[in-house]
């Protein structure tokens, strides 16, 4: 199985502050990589999609890069809702996986 | 606009199997693949396997043994059954549909706690 990891592990920040967050494969995956959002009690919700693709109806402080075995995802300017949890995940290859996760807090 | 709502017990004896099913409205299940996810308590997420619209699987293969993931047209529904479960599968189980070329999830169901106990 490919393995995710993420960084860091929980990440505290403030309304307006720029944060990154970084997700490393165990082996290229190409330009599989896709980020999601996840609220308490809520399913994960989709952000980006192929490292960089941004989903339909999530805002454009949210951007995605990286190919290969880094990737990032940056958020430009933190806003209230978006205190979560954020995972990556491959697609590149059966099984999917999933990094640990990133808790974001206030 | 699409819609996945999972169905299903939530409590499952140990050693017994795990039924699930996911309804799916405003897309046809004949289309695109169909993923299962879970959830335990706390914890990350794991990939338990999909179906695709020719009814072709791929499952995890730390799960291959228990799972089986099926479709049903006329109901625009698709299910999953895991076997001999024990008190680690205890998750929510979420369905989800995964979109070509990348087979990422862009819609999920809610989510169903499934808890395994006596």
């Known amino acids: 199985d490919i393995q995710m990891t993420q960084s860091p592990s929980s990440l505290s920040a403030s309304v307006g502050d720029r944060v990154t967050i970084t997700c490393r494969a165990s082996q290229s995956i190409s330009g599989y990589l896709n980020w999601y959002q996840q609220k308490p009690g809520k399913a994960p919700k989709l952000l980006i999609y192929?490292?960089?693709g941004l989903q339909n109806g999530v805002p454009s402080r949210f951007s995605g890069g990286g190919s290969g075995t880094d990737f990032t995802l940056t958020i430009s300017s933190l806003q209230p809702e978006d205190f979560a949890t954020y995972y990556c995940?491959?697609?590149?290859?059966?099984?999917?996986?999933f990094g640990q996760g990133t808790k974001l807090e206030i | 606009q699409l819609q996945l709502e999972e169905s299903g017990p939530g409590l499952v004896r140990p050693s017994e199997t795990l039924s699930l099913n996911c309804s799916v409205s405003g897309d046809s299940i004949s289309s695109n693949h169909w993923t299962w996810m879970r959830q335990p308590p706390g914890k990350g997420l794991e990939w338990i396997g999909h179906?695709?619209?020719?009814?072709?699987?791929n499952y995890n293969p730390s799960l291959r043994s228990r799972v089986t993931i099926s479709v049903d047209t006329p109901k625009n529904q698709f299910s999953l059954k895991l076997s001999s479960v024990t008190a680690a599968d205890t998750a929510v189980y979420y369905c989800?549909?995964?979109?070509?070329?990348?087979?990422?999830?862009?819609?999920w169901g809610q989510g169903a706690l499934v808890t395994v106990s006596s």
């Open positions: 995940q491959q697609t590149y290859t059966t099984p999917q996986t």
């Open positions: 192929a490292s960089s």
């Open positions: 989800a549909r995964a979109i070509s070329p990348w087979l990422v999830q862009d819609y």
């Open positions: 179906i695709n619209y020719r009814g072709s699987t």
